[in-house]
């Protein structure tokens, strides 16, 4: 359990302001910017039943947050972080808020009430931090540094760096994110598949299925890929593309696969895919991918994740579009890649 440690901070904005204001009118205590895992919970409610211990935390976002792909994967990171350590995240939105305010309070009043029902895991409210102790004299010659048995030692201990650490500290630093959220990548190894020229669409669409089933979320140009290869095919000219777009577009309409087209492309070939109530993103190693493989929505998340980790690396810096890469194996920063990366950071 993550039991959090209040940071003593201001509120980020007038709309968690607001927000705290109305859980305290229902008779509750609420704490601003509680520190979890390098992140933030915007406001913690304390548990009127445990005196001290914090009953759940609720996330309050800005009306950007709708348009901006990062900051919603972003926040799908941090949420996932922080259910992993026993939270209960409860988010608002402030376009909600402000629009349908006696609604937004109820639909608050219920969450506190179904918590308050089930409380799951408790967390105590951390005490205040203990003051720096004063630096001991120094030994003389002649009599040996006492140790002391009591210094509290930091969570994670920290590898013996210069102060100003170097750009490839800062990487390796920055890349390392929950190992429980990144996965292998599970490649798909079934098949073989007919020729797509001599197939129905419906047998074409079924083998897309398979794949996006296994690989997905995935770029739809390697699901083509994936089925070209296992029906013996090396190269998809346009006729092939044609009868595959075609096979996607019947997956698509059956509801077999969800298409997103996340940096609005306006084709099948960059857009991913992935099956109905799937996750919308999987932390992944690169696997046999490419750059060019890899869905926007997980860059995105590595990319904001970077960031939260290191705020010293600047976004869209080399070093930051470096560490990204670095994440999944690759040293080389290319023109292509920066063109990738760049695309979807500004996305």
């Not at 030692?153 to 630093?173: G, I």
Request: aromatic fraction near 6%; include cysteine; proline fraction near 9%.
């Amino acid at each position: 359990m993550d039991r959090g440690k209040d940071l003593k901070a201001d509120p980020d904005s007038p709309f968690e302001v607001e927000v705290a204001r109305v859980i305290r009118s229902l008779g509750l205590d609420v704490r601003y910017q509680i520190g979890v895992a390098k992140y933030r919970i915007d406001l913690a409610i304390i548990n009127p039943a445990a005196t001290g211990e914090y009953l759940m935390g609720i996330e309050c976002d800005g009306a950007t947050y709708h348009s901006s792909r990062c900051a919603r994967d972003r926040d799908r990171l941090r949420e996932s972080v922080l259910r992993s350590r026993g939270w209960s995240i409860y988010r608002i939105w402030s376009t909600d808020w402000f629009q349908n305010r006696v609604v937004e309070i109820e639909r608050l009043r219920e969450a506190i009430k179904e918590r308050l029902a089930n409380p799951g895991p408790q967390f105590p409210e951390p005490e205040p931090p203990p003051q720096p102790a004063k630096a001991p004299p120094q030994a003389s010659a002649s009599e040996p540094a006492k140790s002391s048995s009591q210094a509290s030692l930091p969570a994670t201990p920290r590898p013996a760096t210069p102060s100003a650490p170097s750009s490839a500290v800062r990487q390796e630093q920055a890349v390392a994110l929950a190992p429980d959220l990144v996965q292998p990548y599970a490649a798909f190894e079934g098949g073989p598949f007919p020729d797509p020229r001599a197939a129905s669409r419906e047998i074409i669409a079924d083998g897309l299925r398979q794949i996006v089933a296994v690989e997905g979320p995935m770029i739809i140009r390697r699901s083509y890929d994936v089925y070209l290869r296992a029906a013996g095919i090396r190269r998809m000219g346009k006729e092939i593309r044609k009868l595959m777009n075609r096979a996607m577009y019947l997956a698509v309409q059956s509801k077999q696969i969800e298409v997103h087209d996340e940096l609005d492309t306006g084709g099948y070939m960059r857009a991913t895919a992935r099956i109905p109530g799937t996750q919308a993103v999987r932390l992944r190693d690169l696997g046999p991918r490419t750059i060019d493989d890899i869905p926007p929505s997980e860059l995105c998340v590595v990319s904001a994740a970077i960031l939260t980790q290191d705020p010293a690396i600047n976004s869209g810096a080399d070093e930051h579009l470096r560490a990204i890469l670095a994440h999944y194996g690759l040293k080389q920063l290319t023109q292509h890649t920066r063109e990738v990366l760049t695309a979807v950071i500004a996305a």
